[in-house]
């Protein structure tokens, strides 16, 4: 008789319920609607306006709960976002989750020396192919602001570093509409033309507002070029509970989801139907240090609520992160917070995770971070995964044979054993399972030096497909201010 | 003639109704206004900024301590003769021009004002021509520049420069402090210290100016 097929429950957290998320959504449009929001661009003031937005006080802005609805209505639910050769990377629909780097770092722990350095813009490129040579890593962000690059021009700079050493997705960072349109027409030239691009983006604009309610004019040139264009943008504002928001994390997140959804009825107004990243980044400040912290549970919470909010509510694909530490070397305190938020951000389904790692808060890079995440993503995916329950994974007749095989029978001899170990186990390569004595000769390297030396051969060995000569050209003439 | 004990403990505690009537009764019970500040909120805010140093309070508690002595300022106020009351010193505070984040720089002055200096807040995007201008005004001992992008430090260096035009520069000492600022981009423009978060920026604002 063969056995019904029996689905498998692949293990999700959950942390709202249906009424929280509602009260909190109705909190954000109620923030929206009596305490409103300061917008330091004119232009986008005269469309909110024109919108049905009701002007305050000077460039205070309040904002009807029907324009909020219709923005959700309008912008898209899956988002898909291709790698620099036009092939589909990383499909934002079916809540599985994607680990990228961070940005705007001003240090670097160095990989001979191991000491914290300020960035070069030669890490940008070595965070770029270390990326492209690993297989969780889906996404590539800067890691860093070079300080060999002139600082006006630094986003630009470090955006064609990243296109000349990986070709998977980017997350980029623009100061305002100026190099945002000269990272573009970068973009452009990589993906054959600007209808090419539109059509499959392979690049993620990060910008953020201020909390709380502060829209600045730079920031919404960048909005409104991303929303015309058709790039992805998401658009958090560092509403972090403590610091540019209350302490209390639902009222954290209210003001920070306020935020996002008045820049989605601004994008949405600006250029209906292009993707929108939800996502306030809700973490805490220290209230030792002042920090923001990378590696508290707080952040992994909140995460974790909005994706049920995203599954009750909105519908949109969200911004999240993971992977990163408040220590200032990469030691057990590194580990532990990293794979926090590695695992919770994945039982949660948030959809494109970034900051893997970071270091000291998101002031130092790490290359050996990012290749310790790449593992814990692994084993974090492995558990994700659940328990399939079939005929083949019950192996009753494995067990028959064994039970009954007489002297000499066991598990690790039969068939069934060594036809599915690679799937029935997870497989560590630099988590060490070794005995002791032979750990100890081959160096006793600890999880530090082992993930050093993997960064060192992957940089060493990893051959990225390099760009044509037109486009590098074409990318180095953007450079001088073509 | 009591001590200011009372008042001592109200303040490390954050107790405003309780501090601003110690406050009070000090007065009524003849000590000088000077050694209330001093011996009284100047002593209590030393103990606090103690306290946070080893890590026994938190933040929100220090800047209660903080706002609790400003309020019993208020109330000491008349009793000074105009421009009496003794500072650690002046200090022109703000967020650098094209920078419009103010936590951290905000931070920076309510610790620096319960440490005892007198601070002029100038804002977010404050342009070197507002610095400089407000430097003609009160000459200050400081100026503090706060940035939190690295697309807006150069800001601080411009800042520097103009001060030095209006010949102020050598008149005032220069602080830096925010994410992407680090001691050696403080070397770099010739600022005169850089203070990592806003506790080391008193420690620094008092060691720049000789003071304890």
């Not at chain 1, 959950?14 to 509602?22: D, K, M, P, S, T």
């Not at chain 2, 208020?74 to 094209?98: D, N």
Request: hydrophobic share 45%; proline share 5%; glycine share 8%.
């Amino acid at each position: 008789m063969e056995p019904a097929e029996t689905p498998t429950f692949q293990p999700r957290l959950r942390v709202l319920n249906r009424e929280q998320a509602l009260v909190i959504h109705n909190a954000a449009l109620e923030i929206l609607e009596k305490t409103g929001f300061r917008m330091e661009h004119p232009g986008v003031v005269e469309m909110l306006t024109d919108a049905g937005c009701k002007v305050t006080n000077g460039d205070w802005l309040r904002l009807p709960a029907y324009l909020v609805e219709a923005a959700l209505a309008s912008a898209p639910k899956q988002i898909v976002l291709y790698d620099q050769r036009g092939n589909k990377a990383m499909p934002l629909v079916d809540g599985t989750p994607f680990y990228g780097t961070g940005s705007d770092a001003t240090f670097t722990l160095d990989l001979e020396t191991s000491q914290r350095r300020r960035v070069v813009l030669e890490d940008v490129a070595n965070f770029a192919r270390l990326v492209d040579g690993l297989e969780n890593i889906a996404f590539a962000m800067s890691m860093g602001n070079p300080e060999n690059v002139p600082v006006g021009d630094i986003y630009i700079h470090v955006f064609a570093e990243m296109v000349k050493n990986t070709n998977k997705p980017i997350v980029f960072i623009a100061d305002s509409g100026r190099d945002i349109a000269r990272i573009h027409g970068i973009a452009c030239k990589v993906a054959g033309g600007e209808e090419e691009l539109r059509k499959k983006p392979f690049l993620l604009n990060y910008s953020e507002a201020i909390s709380p309610l502060r829209f600045p004019q730079n920031v919404m040139e960048k909005l409104i070029f991303c929303a015309e264009k058709g790039i992805p943008i998401c658009l958090p504002s560092g509403s972090n509970a403590g610091g540019g928001a209350p302490v209390m994390l639902a009222g954290a997140m209210a003001l920070g989801i306020a935020e996002n959804l008045v820049g989605l009825v601004i994008h949405q107004l600006a250029g209906k139907g292009s993707p929108f990243l939800f996502g306030p980044n809700v973490s805490v400040l220290d209230m030792k240090s002042t920090v923001i912290s990378y590696g508290c549970p707080e952040w992994s919470l909140t995460q974790a609520a909005l994706a049920d909010m995203r599954d009750e509510i909105y519908g949109l694909p969200i911004w999240a992160y993971a992977g990163a530490s408040d220590a200032k070397v990469m030691d057990a305190q590194a580990g532990a917070e990293a794979m926090f938020s590695i695992i919770s951000s994945m039982l949660s389904r948030c959809d494109v995770i970034h900051d893997v790692g970071f270091l000291e808060y998101g002031s130092t890079s790490s290359l050996e971070m990012v290749v310790m995440v790449n593992e814990l993503v692994a084993m974090s995916r492995f558990f994700t995964e659940g328990i399939p329950v079939n005929e083949e994974t019950l192996a009753l007749e494995a067990i028959e044979r064994v039970a009954h095989g007489g002297p000499g029978s066991i598990f690790l001899t039969d068939d069934h054993t060594f036809e599915h170990f690679m799937q029935a186990q997870f497989l560590p390569v630099l988590l060490d399972r070794n005995r002791y004595d032979s750990w100890k000769e081959a160096g006793a390297a600890d999880l530090y030096q082992r993930c050093n030396s993997e960064a060192k051969r992957i940089l060493a060995e990893h051959q990225v497909e390099p760009k044509t000569k037109e486009i590098v050209e074409e990318i180095d003439r953007i450079l001088r201010g073509g | 003639m009591s001590d200011l004990k009372a008042l001592i403990e109200a303040v490390i505690k954050g107790d405003i109704s309780t501090a601003t009537a110690e406050t009070q009764h000090a007065v009524g019970t003849g000590h000088n206004a000077q050694d209330i500040l001093d011996k009284g909120l100047i002593a209590a805010m030393d103990e606090v900024g103690e306290r946070f140093s080893k890590g026994q309070i938190f933040v929100p508690q220090m800047l209660r301590s903080a706002k609790t002595m400003q309020e019993c300022m208020k109330a000491l106020e008349p009793f000074f003769q105009e421009g009496s009351i003794t500072s650690k010193g002046k200090v022109i505070i703000g967020t650098v021009k094209g920078d419009l984040h103010d936590i951290g720089k905000n931070l920076v002055s309510m610790m620096m004002e319960g440490a005892g200096f007198t601070m002029f807040d100038l804002g977010v995007d404050a342009s070197p021509e507002r610095f400089v201008q407000k430097a003609q005004e009160i000459e200050p001992d400081i100026v503090a520049m706060s940035a939190l992008l690295s697309t807006t430090m150069p800001s601080m260096r411009l800042t520097i420069e103009a001060l030095k035009e209006a010949s102020l520069r050598d008149k005032v000492k220069v602080m830096i402090g925010g994410a992407p600022v680090t001691e050696k981009y403080a070397r770099e423009i010739e600022a005169d210290c850089y203070a990592p978060d806003a506790g080391s920026a008193v420690s620094k604002a008092k060691e720049i100016l000789g003071i304890s």
